[in-house]
């Protein structure tokens, strides 16, 4: 099958297309014809140091998501899921690439009227908007912060803050990227880029912080006496780290996300469901054949992306 190899770590072009071995499903998986793999920015970081939540030895095929058909099945994997539309994560590797074996038990059914690639986008991404949403806990009315607002999570996150009736204060980098964070229903953007942003955002009662570094900490001074804050995020390379003590003295709450295996797989089916009955959409930005995987990565790290970068393996 085709793949991409990280063989060793650094810039994008470490990324190298190459065979690998047909993987061959063990007992309780299922063989998963890829068509779409999933790309988040913690690979990117993975790629460039091995930093991260994932720890391998080279060389690997990275990639931590995929969707597709199932084609065959391993001993003991439930028979009716075979030809079915399915997405899965994996265990940290092994997404880029045509073909992938996935524990069964792990599997996701791609609801009727959603398309795969939509699927793909929400697998990391909703579940994620959907936990953190859960732990910040906005009523109607209160004001939420949503930051990277048209980014894979934040967009997400923007869409779910005001349908739960909060008022939305989106921040992001750039106008096509405060555009986008309106379209999808934030009542106020702003550029964290600019000077004086956080004057432009006001006084807030959560922050859903997936920036980190001093966005983050910058963020988390606009929240009010009895606000919640969840960080999920360190796109600017490092966490916002805000000290309990200080949070304490303010009166705000640094809350985080139950991601037990049981919350995951209920927040994923939630944001699936969702977006089967038009409730929620999955912005895919950028598209890039399976040989192109660095040149996502590029652009991913480059902030020239909104939304979901997704592979597209059999283009």
Same mark, same amino acid.
Request: net charge negative; hydrophobic share 50%; proline share 6%.
């Given at each position: 099958?085709?793949?991409?190899?990280?063989?060793?770590?650094?810039?994008?072009?470490?990324?190298?297309?190459? /065979?690998?071995?047909?993987?061959?499903?063990?007992?309780?998986?299922?063989?998963?014809?890829?068509?779409?793999?999933?790309?988040?920015?913690?690979?990117?970081?993975?790629?460039?140091?091995?930093?991260?939540?994932?720890?391998?030895?080279?060389?690997?095929?990275?990639?931590?998501?995929?969707?597709?058909?199932?084609?065959?099945?391993?001993?003991?994997?439930?028979?009716?899921?075979?030809?079915?539309?399915?997405?899965?994560?994996?265990?940290?590797?092994?997404?880029?690439?045509?073909?992938?074996?996935?524990?069964?038990?792990?599997?996701?059914?791609?609801?009727?009227?959603?398309?795969?690639?939509?699927?793909?986008?929400?697998?990391?991404?909703?579940?994620? @908007?959907?936990?953190?949403?859960?732990?910040?806990?906005?009523?109607?009315?209160?004001?939420?912060?949503?930051?990277?607002? /048209?980014?894979?999570?934040?967009?997400?996150?923007?869409?779910?803050?005001?349908?739960?009736?909060?008022?939305?204060?989106?921040?992001?980098?750039?106008?096509?990227?405060?555009?986008?964070?309106?379209?999808?229903? @934030?009542?106020?953007?702003?550029?964290?880029?600019?000077?004086?942003?956080?004057?432009?955002?006001?006084?807030?009662?959560?922050?859903?912080?997936?920036?980190?570094?001093?966005?983050?900490?910058?963020?988390?001074?606009?929240?009010?006496?009895?606000?919640?804050? /969840?960080?999920?995020?360190?796109?600017?390379?490092?966490?916002?780290?805000?000290?309990?003590?200080?949070?304490?003295?303010?009166?705000?709450?640094?809350?985080?996300?139950?991601?037990?295996?049981?919350?995951?797989?209920?927040?994923?089916?939630?944001?699936?469901?969702?977006?089967?009955?038009?409730?929620?959409?999955?912005?895919?930005?950028?598209?890039?054949?399976?040989?192109?995987?660095?040149?996502?990565?590029?652009?991913?790290?480059?902030?020239?992306?909104?939304?979901?970068?997704?592979?597209?393996?059999?283009?």
């Amino acid at each position: 099958m085709r793949a991409i190899w990280l063989r060793s770590f650094g810039d994008p072009s470490v990324l190298v297309p190459g /065979a690998a071995p047909d993987p061959v499903p063990g007992p309780g998986e299922v063989l998963v014809a890829v068509e779409f793999a999933n790309t988040t920015f913690v690979e990117t970081q993975f790629r460039a140091t091995g930093a991260g939540p994932f720890r391998v030895e080279l060389p690997v095929i990275p990639g931590n998501g995929v969707g597709g058909t199932v084609t065959a099945l391993g001993e003991g994997a439930p028979a009716e899921l075979l030809g079915r539309r399915v997405v899965s994560s994996l265990s940290g590797t092994g997404g880029y690439a045509e073909l992938a074996a996935v524990p069964a038990a792990g599997l996701h059914l791609v609801p009727d009227g959603l398309a795969l690639d939509e699927a793909v986008a929400l697998l990391a991404d909703g579940r994620t @908007a959907v936990l953190q949403l859960r732990a910040v806990r906005p009523a109607a009315g209160e004001r939420v912060l949503v930051e990277a607002a /048209a980014g894979g999570v934040g967009s997400l996150l923007v869409q779910l803050a005001a349908a739960a009736g909060a008022q939305v204060v989106a921040a992001a980098g750039g106008a096509r990227k405060l555009a986008l964070a309106r379209e999808l229903g @934030a009542d106020l953007a702003v550029d964290y880029r600019e000077p004086g942003w956080t004057e432009l955002a006001g006084p807030v009662d959560a922050v859903l912080d997936g920036v980190g570094g001093e966005v983050g900490r910058a963020a988390f001074e606009l929240l009010r006496p009895g606000g919640r804050m /969840a960080s999920y995020g360190l796109s600017a390379g490092e966490w916002s780290a805000v000290p309990a003590e200080a949070a304490a003295a303010r009166g705000v709450e640094l809350v985080t996300a139950d991601r037990s295996p049981a919350a995951l797989r209920s927040a994923t089916a939630f944001a699936l469901a969702e977006a089967a009955a038009g409730r929620l959409r999955p912005v895919i930005g950028q598209r890039f054949p399976l040989a192109g995987a660095a040149a996502a990565h590029a652009a991913m790290e480059a902030r020239a992306t909104v939304g979901k970068t997704l592979l597209e393996v059999r283009r």
